[in-house]
């Protein structure tokens, strides 16, 4: 049965490999290396850490890939779930007459808008471990925007169902979106100092999401926003001082040792909950003490340091 399965990814996978949209990211992504090779003047120069990188983010892709029918068989009992609430959509039909393009651009700012609010979600303590994965990569290049635990996936899903459903929106247009998204994913970590200039709230630029990336304080939780930073500006997390040349990463997260990094949410969990635990038990014990020694107070008898002779004269 193993066998079976593994042997029906591989074949997933030589078809993955095919698609259109992953020729153009693989074409993108040999692109974006040629550039950095010029940028460094044709000379190999990346660090050996950097090197380590680019093999944990692959691994945990392929990792990723591997398992990803458990997060397929998740998500559609999300949206089984989704359609058993019976909440109203807007019919596909309605936007037949919408031309692809507007369809298009409405999809993009649409699932921004989802991923603004599940990337918020993801920077809170709970979710924080499942999203430190993506930020532990301390040299932030292309490949960074596929270094994300195998959770994240089944959130961002998750969110995708419960906030864009309703909208009906036609399969082309998600089609042409998501790819146009996945590219735009790969070059804003890209490590160059680009803005855009006076288009820089309306398309994220590397320098904007290096920002988020950075590993200081000011920067935590900023630049949530995949695509349109005008989502930040609206809901006030906006951050964008000029070139970043602060460290990235994310301190205390295993950097590029894989099977830390994907056991690191559950350890993370596991931690919460002991130290949850622990607070409640010194808090009852605290109460129980507490009580005990009122009980105490209430039976003994009143003491002589109440007497006041001033009242007795």
């Given at each position: 049965?193993?066998?079976?399965?593994f042997t029906g990814r591989a074949v997933a996978w030589t078809g993955m490999i095919s698609k259109p949209h992953m020729i153009a990211v693989i074409g993108f992504l040999c692109a974006l290396l040629v550039i950095d090779l010029a940028l460094r003047g044709w000379r190999l120069s990346w660090s050996r850490r950097a090197v380590m990188g680019v093999f944990a983010?692959?691994?945990?892709?392929?990792?990723?890939?591997?398992?990803?029918?458990?997060?397929?068989l998740l998500s559609e009992k999300i949206k089984a779930l989704y359609a058993l609430a019976g909440i109203p959509s807007i019919p596909t039909e309605f936007w037949g007459h919408a031309p692809t393009w507007f369809m298009v651009i409405l999809a993009l700012?649409?699932?921004?808008?989802?991923?603004?609010w599940n990337h918020r979600l993801l920077h809170m303590r709970?979710?924080?471990?499942?999203?430190?994965i993506?930020?532990?990569?301390?040299?932030?290049?292309?490949?960074?925007?596929?270094?994300?635990?195998?959770f994240e996936g089944l959130v961002m899903w998750v969110s995708f169902t419960l906030m864009l459903t309703w909208l009906g929106l036609p399969s082309d247009a998600i089609g042409i979106s998501a790819a146009l998204l996945a590219l735009h994913n790969i070059y804003v970590h890209v490590n160059v100092d680009w803005d855009h200039g006076p288009l820089r709230l309306l398309v994220a630029s590397p320098r904007f999401h290096r920002w988020h990336h950075a590993d200081v304080p000011e920067a935590y939780g900023k630049n949530l926003a995949n695509f349109c930073p005008l989502f930040d500006v609206m809901f006030g997390t906006y951050y964008n001082p000029g070139k970043c040349e602060e460290r990235v990463g994310a301190t205390?997260?295993?950097?590029?040792?894989?099977?830390?990094?994907?056991?690191y949410p559950l350890k993370e969990w596991a931690r919460m909950l002991l130290g949850g635990l622990s607070s409640l038990s010194r808090r009852f014990a605290a109460e129980a003490q507490s009580q005990t020694s009122e009980g105490h107070l209430?039976?003994?008898?009143?003491?002589?340091s109440h007497f006041n002779p001033s009242r007795s004269a």
């Amino acid at each position: 049965m193993l066998i079976d399965y593994f042997t029906g990814r591989a074949v997933a996978w030589t078809g993955m490999i095919s698609k259109p949209h992953m020729i153009a990211v693989i074409g993108f992504l040999c692109a974006l290396l040629v550039i950095d090779l010029a940028l460094r003047g044709w000379r190999l120069s990346w660090s050996r850490r950097a090197v380590m990188g680019v093999f944990a983010t692959l691994t945990i892709f392929h990792v990723n890939f591997l398992l990803v029918p458990l997060i397929w068989l998740l998500s559609e009992k999300i949206k089984a779930l989704y359609a058993l609430a019976g909440i109203p959509s807007i019919p596909t039909e309605f936007w037949g007459h919408a031309p692809t393009w507007f369809m298009v651009i409405l999809a993009l700012f649409a699932y921004d808008f989802a991923n603004y609010w599940n990337h918020r979600l993801l920077h809170m303590r709970l979710l924080w471990p499942v999203h430190a994965i993506h930020h532990s990569d301390p040299d932030v290049n292309g490949l960074t925007a596929y270094r994300i635990h195998l959770f994240e996936g089944l959130v961002m899903w998750v969110s995708f169902t419960l906030m864009l459903t309703w909208l009906g929106l036609p399969s082309d247009a998600i089609g042409i979106s998501a790819a146009l998204l996945a590219l735009h994913n790969i070059y804003v970590h890209v490590n160059v100092d680009w803005d855009h200039g006076p288009l820089r709230l309306l398309v994220a630029s590397p320098r904007f999401h290096r920002w988020h990336h950075a590993d200081v304080p000011e920067a935590y939780g900023k630049n949530l926003a995949n695509f349109c930073p005008l989502f930040d500006v609206m809901f006030g997390t906006y951050y964008n001082p000029g070139k970043c040349e602060e460290r990235v990463g994310a301190t205390g997260v295993p950097e590029n040792d894989v099977v830390k990094l994907l056991l690191y949410p559950l350890k993370e969990w596991a931690r919460m909950l002991l130290g949850g635990l622990s607070s409640l038990s010194r808090r009852f014990a605290a109460e129980a003490q507490s009580q005990t020694s009122e009980g105490h107070l209430e039976d003994a008898p009143a003491s002589a340091s109440h007497f006041n002779p001033s009242r007795s004269a």
